[in-house]
């Protein structure tokens, strides 16, 4: 998607060099999303120890505010309980990047998205 959009400079910083991209290989849990206003899929894995974010990371084909929202949603999340980590919002995220351009709120809802069903798919795997 075009990006003639203005960023301020903490969503450039984390789109210029996003925080925790990668795959976790031994993920405790992934979870992905499609945003359905355009498409673009997120994909985020988490490690989890005593109850704890201990390691978190993401992939996605998405645009810079996606990508910038990801980066910082990580950021926010790691180290922190489980409880804590899924009541993380997209207005949480834009807060702290000091604002998003209102054509790309968006694009923030990926990263609390795919946080959700990360932890979604641990709490499952360990019913199991
Ligand atoms: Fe698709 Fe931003 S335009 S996530």
Not at 84 to 110: F, I, Q, W
């Amino acid at each position: 998607m075009a990006e003639n959009v203005d960023y301020n400079e903490i969503v450039k910083d984390h789109f210029f060099n996003p925080r925790n991209v990668g795959e976790i290989k031994d993920a405790d849990g992934v979870g992905t999303v499609g945003n359905p206003t355009c498409g673009d899929i997120m994909t985020i894995y988490i490690k989890i120890k005593d109850n704890k974010i201990d390691e978190i990371k993401f992939k996605t084909f998405g645009c810079a505010a996606a990508i910038a929202s990801t980066s910082m949603a990580t950021e926010m999340v790691k180290g922190k309980t489980l409880e804590e980590a899924e009541k993380l919002t997209r207005a949480d995220v834009a807060n702290e990047l000091g604002g998003l351009p209102a054509v790309k709120m968006h694009c923030s809802n990926l990263a609390a998205d795919a946080l959700k069903k990360a932890i979604e798919d641990y709490r499952n795997k360990k019913k199991k």
